[in-house]
């Protein structure tokens, strides 16, 4: 039972280049989340998509794009990478209810140069 | 202003300790409050989970809700090395979904 998974760990890209961070959850959840985590500011909401079929903008949108796949795939894409972008990427799952818990996988590190 | 505060330590305590851990935060309307544990390169993990105010107990964990002073606290009792972690607290509003809204987390380290 693998929980969350995301590919790539780590990825260095150049400034304009693109690329795609991938996410698959086995619990059956509804709900998947991506998150960024940077030093002294948490981790903070860019997209969430509460069922298969939508999605929506968190607190930092800009500059990212996602897809639902299907229930079990969450896809997280940057078009054109910038230094700004440099971070540590979180995708989570959860079910639909408010409050129920969050499962993280282990983080994508991007580095844009 | 963030909307929820938290000391990012580093906080370094004895083995055996008890600790405490704090979140303010500025929205009234908050329902839900969360504390995760997050080890080096790893995810959080859901450690402690409260709805409105009170108390509640796992094991050598406690959390605590003061809605009227906008305040959350985690304390860990008989602190074991293990408990090394980075701790972050998370709250949501009642019909908020689970979008989460994170503090910076706090760095323990328990030392032998």
């Known amino acids: 039972n693998a929980g969350v998974t995301q590919t790539p760990k780590f990825q260095v890209l150049k400034t304009g280049q693109s690329m795609t961070l991938q996410c698959a959850q086995d619990?059956?959840?509804?709900?998947m989340y991506w998150y960024r985590q940077d030093p002294g500011m948490g981790l903070r909401l860019i997209y969430y998509?509460?069922?298969?079929?939508?999605?929506d903008k968190g607190e930092v949108p800009n500059g990212y794009n996602v897809s639902r796949l299907n229930k079990r795939e969450f896809s997280l894409r940057l078009e054109s990478a910038a230094p700004s972008q440099t971070s540590v990427y979180f995708c989570?799952?959860?079910?639909?209810?408010?409050?129920?818990?969050?499962?993280f996988g282990n983080g994508t590190r991007l580095t844009v140069t | 202003q963030k909307e929820v505060e938290q000391d990012p330590g580093p906080l370094s305590v004895p083995e055996g300790a008890i600790v405490s851990l704090n979140c303010t935060y500025s929205?009234?309307?908050?329902?839900?409050f969360m504390w995760y544990r997050q080890y080096s390169r790893k995810g959080p993990e859901l450690l402690m989970y409260?709805?409105?105010?009170g108390n509640k107990e796992d094991g050598r964990f406690t959390a605590q809700v003061d809605k009227s002073s906008k305040y959350i606290s985690l304390f860990i009792r008989d602190s074991q090395p293990s408990d090394s972690a980075t701790y972050l607290c998370?709250?949501?509003?009642?019909?908020?979904?689970?979008?989460?809204?994170f503090g910076t987390g706090t760095q323990l380290k328990v030392e032998l």
């Open positions: 989570a799952s959860s079910e639909v209810a408010t409050g129920s818990p969050l499962h």
């Open positions: 619990m059956n959840h509804n709900s």
């Open positions: 998509s509460a069922s298969e079929g939508t999605t």
């Open positions: 929205n009234s309307a908050f329902q839900y």
């Open positions: 409260t709805y409105s105010s």
């Open positions: 998370a709250m949501t509003l009642t019909g908020g979904g689970n979008k989460l809204t």
